[in-house]
């Protein structure tokens, strides 16, 4: 089997619908479900006797420990993270705490736990820690792409924490000689992302008729990889990546946030027009830029492309369109996650932005 934490969020549910749909290997997935952890991600899966979940911090030693030990997974596939900027500048101690402190811990048990192993089952183990484009800082415009070897310079609380479990896991490799793998995605959309993220942010509150606040002239360029892409090439990096190895995942997608806001928009108009008649553009407010934000991102993803065979198979329009199908179609799921804490956080971040 394998063991999953974070699972219950958006881009680990993914995972693990995707992981089942074609493969038998059962899958456990061990979350302490946060604000961003949502068990109705995996509504579907109660039941499947390939899968289980445990509620568990990744932090939790003793938790972790006895988990390794009764369930004895193959390979561990690490997407628990805290991992929104705005919310890192609001609150850098959670993100420290989740992403440096509880990988470390993380990382704690699974040295134990492959320390034990015979020699077979060491050298079949991996360990699969998802990371993040932000890492590498902000490129200029008509700068190349980052890739695996472009080095570290994050801008925020939450690319700083995920820098820091990166280099912990790049540690526990050449140290321990933990088969580590290091996967770095550029932006992800699709289904069951929590609303707190630009495109699902722009999708729930046009249909409600509010503001869709756009940061300063947004102009910030950003690589776009959908979800379901993302999850075929943390598979293929299971499967066949090199110990030791980072992969960036990439979309081969630039775009502009302000021309992102566009394209949802286009696409509502299209889907499910307003009741006037005028376009969702009309909602749009420019609001006050937030600190330190990176101007560029985009991602060289030619590594893992010419190693291991994986391209995206989704252009950024196609799967814009299923990602906004996909809330159309499901706007009980979209109500019931934007509870009060939610609306309270909303209105905490750009409550206080001038228009």
Request: proline share 6%; with cysteine.
């Given at each position: 089997?394998?063991?999953?934490?974070?699972?219950?969020?958006?881009?680990?549910?993914?995972f693990?619908?995707?992981w089942l749909?074609?493969?038998?290997?059962?899958?456990?997935?061990?979350?302490k479900?946060?604000?961003?952890?949502?068990?109705?991600?995996?509504?579907?899966?109660?039941?499947?006797?390939?899968?289980a979940?445990?509620?568990c911090?990744i932090?939790?030693?003793?938790?972790?420990?006895?988990l390794?030990?009764?369930?004895?997974?193959?390979?561990?596939?690490?997407?628990?993270a805290e991992?929104?900027v705005?919310?890192?500048?609001h609150?850098?101690g959670?993100?420290?705490?989740?992403?440096?402190v509880?990988?470390?811990?993380?990382l704690?048990s699974?040295?134990?736990?492959?320390?034990?192993?015979?020699?077979?089952e060491?050298?079949?183990f991996?360990?699969?820690?998802v990371?993040?484009d932000?890492?590498?800082?902000?490129l200029?415009?008509?700068?190349?792409?980052?890739?695996?070897?472009r080095?570290?310079?994050?801008?925020?609380p939450?690319?700083?924490?995920?820098?820091?479990?990166?280099?912990?896991?790049r540690?526990?490799?050449?140290?321990?000689g933990?088969?580590?793998?290091?996967?770095?995605?550029?932006?992800?959309?699709?289904?069951r992302?929590?609303?707190e993220?630009l495109?699902?942010?722009?999708?729930v509150?046009?249909?409600?008729?509010?503001?869709?606040?756009?940061?300063g002239d947004?102009q910030?360029i950003r690589?776009?990889?959908?979800?379901s892409?993302h999850?075929a090439?943390?598979?293929r990096?299971?499967?066949?990546?090199r110990?030791?190895?980072?992969?960036?995942?990439?979309?081969?997608?630039?775009?502009a946030?302000?021309?992102?806001v566009h394209?949802?928009?286009?696409?509502?108009?299209?889907?499910k027009p307003?009741?006037?008649g005028?376009s969702?553009?009309?909602?749009?407010?420019?609001?006050?830029?937030?600190p330190?934000?990176?101007r560029?991102?985009?991602v060289?993803a030619?590594?893992?492309?010419s190693e291991?065979?994986?391209r995206?198979?989704e252009?950024?329009?196609t799967g814009?369109?299923?990602?906004v199908?996909?809330?159309?179609?499901?706007?009980?799921?979209?109500?019931?996650v934007?509870?009060?804490?939610?609306r309270?956080?909303?209105?905490?971040?750009y409550?206080a932005?001038?228009e």
């Amino acid at each position: 089997m394998i063991l999953v934490t974070g699972g219950a969020g958006f881009i680990g549910a993914n995972f693990i619908l995707d992981w089942l749909a074609g493969n038998d290997e059962p899958v456990l997935n061990v979350d302490k479900l946060t604000y961003a952890g949502n068990p109705e991600n995996l509504a579907a899966l109660p039941g499947d006797p390939r899968y289980a979940f445990a509620l568990c911090d990744i932090g939790d030693r003793r938790g972790i420990d006895a988990l390794l030990s009764r369930h004895r997974p193959r390979a561990i596939v690490n997407f628990a993270a805290e991992s929104h900027v705005d919310r890192s500048i609001h609150a850098p101690g959670d993100f420290i705490q989740t992403n440096v402190v509880g990988t470390f811990n993380l990382l704690e048990s699974v040295r134990v736990y492959f320390s034990a192993m015979g020699p077979g089952e060491k050298a079949a183990f991996r360990f699969l820690h998802v990371s993040t484009d932000e890492v590498y800082g902000s490129l200029d415009k008509g700068e190349p792409a980052f890739a695996e070897t472009r080095g570290y310079a994050p801008n925020s609380p939450y690319s700083a924490s995920k820098a820091a479990s990166d280099h912990l896991a790049r540690a526990c490799f050449h140290t321990y000689g933990i088969p580590v793998l290091t996967t770095n995605c550029s932006n992800n959309y699709g289904p069951r992302q929590f609303p707190e993220k630009l495109i699902p942010l722009m999708i729930v509150n046009a249909l409600a008729g509010k503001n869709l606040p756009v940061y300063g002239d947004g102009q910030q360029i950003r690589d776009w990889l959908y979800v379901s892409d993302h999850c075929a090439a943390v598979r293929r990096v299971l499967e066949a990546g090199r110990p030791g190895e980072t992969y960036n995942i990439g979309g081969w997608n630039e775009w502009a946030n302000l021309d992102i806001v566009h394209a949802v928009c286009g696409l509502l108009d299209e889907m499910k027009p307003r009741p006037d008649g005028l376009s969702y553009r009309g909602q749009i407010v420019h609001v006050a830029d937030r600190p330190g934000h990176d101007r560029r991102y985009a991602v060289d993803a030619r590594k893992i492309e010419s190693e291991l065979g994986w391209r995206p198979a989704e252009t950024f329009s196609t799967g814009l369109e299923k990602t906004v199908r996909w809330y159309l179609d499901h706007p009980e799921w979209a109500a019931r996650v934007q509870s009060g804490a939610y609306r309270d956080w909303i209105e905490k971040n750009y409550g206080a932005r001038n228009e």
